[in-house]
């Protein structure tokens, strides 16, 4: 059963272009069989498939369960600090993507992924190729809870 549906930023600088190839290798360098997160929405708006829905996830430690992983590409501005770097076309096949899969997963909450807190578990373990405490450096509960 998917409880979550949990948006992400790639944590790369504004305007930069990466796409699903380029994050399946991060993901591979980092130990993970492949990609992690099911999509992928590139600066012009494109939704890349990483995973399929029916596999598990890799993109929220502990929480990876029933929880898929959407990444939009950006979320750091120039000098690399946190910003909403969604580009308007970005945050249109966010939105039809995240309303398309609230359709189809009615009793998942849609959550950015800073709103898993890392010390939920106690354990103070922190990912470090993501900027968890930012990711997706905007208000993705809130935004989204109307869908
Ligand atoms: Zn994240």
Redesign the pocket.
Known sequence: MIKYITV??SATKEGKEFNSKHIDRWHKDRGFRKIGYHYVVLLDGTIEVGRFESEQGA?VKHYNKGNIGICYIGGLDENGNAKDTRTRAQKESLRLLLKDLKKRYKKAVIKG?RDFSPDLDGDGVIEEF?F?KQ??CFNAKKEYSNL
């Open positions: 992400h930023c993109h992924h993501e968890i990711c997706p």
